[in-house]
């Protein structure tokens, strides 16, 4: 015997288990002890326990050794032989319900038990390997979530299944199960079986629906094979069963997954360890590159252009930190176009993985920066000339402002206003008004540094700040440069003009600290080079400021006097040289005011010039031009007649024609009777409408150009517009004849009248020597004071009446 095996004896007679046990040490056993009760045996296995317990079935005690059996088979897997006398069906069906591994006879043999004993000490071991590899395998299925399934010609078994809190739990019921599956499978189950009850060797699987009791989904699979069966069945189809709702839901998400991957529009990229791996077909549309040309490479074939090396991990370190990171960045497509893209980096959290796995995403925002680009220069920049606008101009004095004030420097504001530049416009239509101010941005640009910005405020008007400058001194040699560049010719729709500006400079810290003030400083030293004659600069002075103050101060009192009635005329006679009788008189404006006394047209017209003030004024001068001379016409001076001033906006209001017409008419008076005088400069200005001359003349009014040899008439507009009279500025008259130039400039005048068929006036005669040179040049009419100052109404009544005085 190889096996060392201990045996209990349960026995109630004495002499009987003595003599057991002393057969039983002679076959070689080890008889650990002998008990006539069940609790004594159970006392025994508790100190030791036996390999074979050799059991009696009459014992001492309550329990018969049946009982001890069953409680043994429960209690301990030991095996059990019967050792009896008994041999009636009834205590031979108890023992058999206990499974003893055998029943002898009383009396038997030694070899008879000897063979008992081995047989079932083998038979054991085998029950005790199969039921290990029973557990193993259990433990195994339970393990992997598995159940088993069976079916026979009879009936379907299924053995595990899974639970609703996820752990194995035995089911056998069939038909419970079967009753759980979903409709729309239960056919295609019952057919799966079917197939593999008649396929023998077949291996199939299927996956269906099941309905939990609350009415959850999960998913199933079953997988079977048909076996070649040996008894009792024909065949065996034995599968596992496995729930795979899990998988199924995980395999959704994958399928959206990839399909989200394939499909979206933006680019996406799956890195690995920071390396490109692979990309949606968005991704190389996108960017134009193809898998060969960046497997494997970093994220800096995308990066590098726009993210340093320290940038880049950065980058990566705030990935690593907080999982993500996006931005944007500009980059460029394999073919080198750059364009603008959205990144979006996230770290993928991979389980039990040691690569590190990142998903990069792209949006292609080209289209979106561009276009901001463009509503930014739209905002931004003066689309004719491409120059900052105002907007951005203020923005960059502000900022040029601060950087001086940190950095002590002086700042220079440069208000450029062209001069002239409507005539352009007017003559040669808003093309070529364009082009020329392309043409002088141009040109102002090229003479300035990069430091300094040029923009355009609108219309006509430029602003330079001049940053970075050392003294106001640089600021004077930029205006210079700036008049200078101008005043070469340029060519516009083929014609060449002279252009020229007039510029006002305001500077920080000498002016103001801030960007409004210093803005408008420089705007008010522009007008006071323009009102100095123009293609110059002037420096801002606060005496500007007050002397604007001043002027609205002085804009509200004559709206006041206006309507008031303060204003009153004065009449200043003109002489016919032929006779020395008055043929006209001028109408000359006077404001009474009720504490300064007579105020003259130097204190009313510049500020009213300003305003649409001037138009109102005009109009009450003409219409009581036009009521006084009704009254003189009244008089019996019926062949006076009465010379307006006009200035220029009243002269280019589209309302003047109707307005004569009426007050013609109101006072009955002959148009020849009124004369319009309006200044040389009116012509040059070119802010007189030729077509409003004209439908003056055409009701009979004669036009007058004032002051004239002031200003540069061009001679074809003397020629070509319906002009009547020309009046030689005083300052011509007043040094004659002493003054070879003024002489000269006089018969120049004179001659041009006599030679354009124009009737020609002297103003401003104070001398009698003034009157012979005049006389002997061929003027036309005298006025000044040698003849009369500028008087009241009756004067000049008077003054007619007794004309014959003067010879
Ligand atoms: N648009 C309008 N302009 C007007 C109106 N009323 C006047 N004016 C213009 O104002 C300027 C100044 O006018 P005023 O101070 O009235 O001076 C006139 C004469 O007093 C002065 N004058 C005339 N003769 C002499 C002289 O011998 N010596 C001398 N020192 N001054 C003299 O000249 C002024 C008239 O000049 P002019 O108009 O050029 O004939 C003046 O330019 C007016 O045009 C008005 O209602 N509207």
Redo the contacts with the bound molecule.
């Keep these: 015997m190889d096996r060392h095996i201990k045996i209990l004896i349960v026995e109630d007679e004495q002499i009987v288990a003595l003599d057991l046990k002393r057969r039983l040490t002679k076959l070689g056993y080890d008889v650990i002890g002998t008990a006539a009760s069940g609790d004594k045996a159970f006392a025994l296995i508790s100190q030791e326990l036996p390999s074979v317990v050799l059991m009696d079935i009459h014992i001492q005690g309550e329990m018969d050794g049946v009982e001890v059996a069953a409680r043994l088979q429960e209690k301990h897997s030991i095996p059990v032989i019967y050792l009896t006398a008994y041999s009636e069906e009834k205590t031979l069906s108890r023992a058999r319900a206990t499974m003893p591994y055998g029943y002898l006879l009383k009396p038997f043999s030694d070899r008879e038990l000897h063979v008992m004993i081995q047989v079932s000490m083998e038979r054991f071991e085998n029950d005790t390997r199969i039921a290990k590899s029973e557990e193993h395998f259990r433990l195994a299925l339970e393990a992997a979530r598995l159940g088993t399934w069976e079916a026979t010609e009879e009936k379907n078994e299924i053995f595990l299944s899974k639970s609703q809190n996820g752990n194995l739990e035995p089911i056998s019921d069939w038909k419970k199960f079967d009753l759980s599956i979903d409709k729309r499978d239960k056919n295609k189950v019952s057919d799966f079986i079917q197939k593999l009850r008649l396929n023998k060797g077949a291996a199939e699987e299927i996956e269906f629906r099941v309905n939990s009791d609350s009415g959850k989904e999960y998913w199933y699979k079953l997988y079977g094979k048909s076996f070649i069966s040996t008894k009792p069945y024909k065949y065996q189809v034995i599968g596992v069963l496995q729930e795979t709702t899990e998988i199924r839901h995980v395999q959704n998400r994958l399928a959206q997954a990839a399909t989200v991957f394939e499909c979206a529009t933006e680019g996406i990229i799956l890195l690995k360890n920071r390396k490109f791996h692979c990309a949606n077909k968005a991704f190389y549309t996108i960017t134009e590159f193809e898998e060969n040309d960046i497997l494997d490479k970093e994220l800096t074939f995308l990066t590098e252009r726009f993210l340093g090396e320290s940038a880049y991990n950065r980058l990566w370190r705030y990935v690593e930190e907080s999982g993500h990171w996006q931005g944007e960045i500009k980059t460029y497509k394999k073919n080198k176009e750059a364009m603008y893209i959205w990144i979006n980096i996230g770290r993928i959290p991979v389980k039990n993985d040691d690569d590190d796995q990142s998903v990069v995403m792209i949006s292609d925002i080209t289209t979106v920066r561009k276009t901001q680009e463009q509503l930014a220069r739209i905002a931004f920049y003066d689309c004719l000339t491409n120059l900052p606008n105002r907007m951005l101009v203020m923005d960059r004095l502000k900022f040029a402002l601060e950087k001086a004030k940190r950095e002590s420097l002086i700042l220079g504001v440069l208000f450029i206003d062209l001069d002239n530049f409507k005539r352009i416009n007017d003559t040669l239509g808003h093309k070529a008004g364009d082009n020329m101010l392309r043409l002088i941005s141009q040109k102002i640009q090229s003479e300035l540094r990069k430091s300094d910005t040029l923009g355009r405020l609108g219309g006509d008007e430029f602003i330079v700040i001049a940053a970075d400058v050392d003294s106001k001194d640089a600021l004077t040699r930029i205006a210079e440069k700036i008049l200078d560049c101008l005043s070469a010719p340029v060519i516009v729709e083929g014609m060449e003009i002279i252009p020229s500006c007039s510029i006002g400079i305001s500077v920080y810290p000498e002016h103001s600290d801030h960007h409004d003030a210093l803005v408008q400083m420089a705007d008010t030293a522009m007008y006071q080079a323009k009102s100095s004659g123009r293609n110059m600069y002037a420096y801002y002075h606060p005496c500007l400021t007050q002397k604007a103050s001043h002027f609205l101060m002085r804009e509200r009192e004559l709206y006041q006097a206006l309507e008031r009635n303060e204003f009153i005329l004065h009449y ?1 006679p003109q002489f016919s040289s032929s006779d020395r009788k008055v043929t006209s008189v ?4 006077r404001w009474q005011h009720p504490e300064k006394g007579l105020l ?3 204190e009313i ?1 510049p500020v009213a010039e300003s305003s649409k003030l001037m138009v109102e004024i ?1 109009n009450w ?1 003409l219409a009581e031009a036009c009521r006084q001379l009704n009254v003189w016409r009244s008089e019996g001076l019926s062949d006076l007649g009465i010379a ?4 220029i906006r ?1 002269f280019s209001d589209a309302r003047l024609t109707k307005l004569i017409d009426q007050l013609l008419h109101q006072y009955g008076l002959p148009a020849h009777s009124l004369e319009l ?1 309006i200044t040389e400069s009116c012509l040059q200005d070119d802010l007189v409408d030729n077509a409003h001359l004209r439908e003056l003349e055409k009701s009979g009014i004669s036009i007058s150009i ?2 004239f040899g002031t200003g540069y008439s061009c001679m074809s507009s003397l020629k070509n517009l319906p002009i009547h009279k020309l ?1 030689i500025d ?1 300052s011509f008259i007043k040094d004659i004849p002493h003054d070879k130039n003024d002489c000269a400039i006089a018969s120049a005048i004179l001659a041009l009248g006599k030679e354009l068929n124009l009737k020609v006036v002297a ?4 001398f009698p020597e003034q009157v012979d040179f005049l006389d002997a040049h061929g003027c036309d009419e005298f ?4 003849f009369s ?2 008087v009241l109404p009756g004067k000049i009544t008077e003054l007619i009446k007794s004309q014959a005085n003067y010879h």
């Design positions: 200043q001028e109408a000359l404006i003259f047209p130097s017209i005009g001068v307006v001033n006009m200035s009243q005088e004032d002051d009046k005083r103003e401003g005669i104070e006025q000044g004071f040698l100052k500028p």
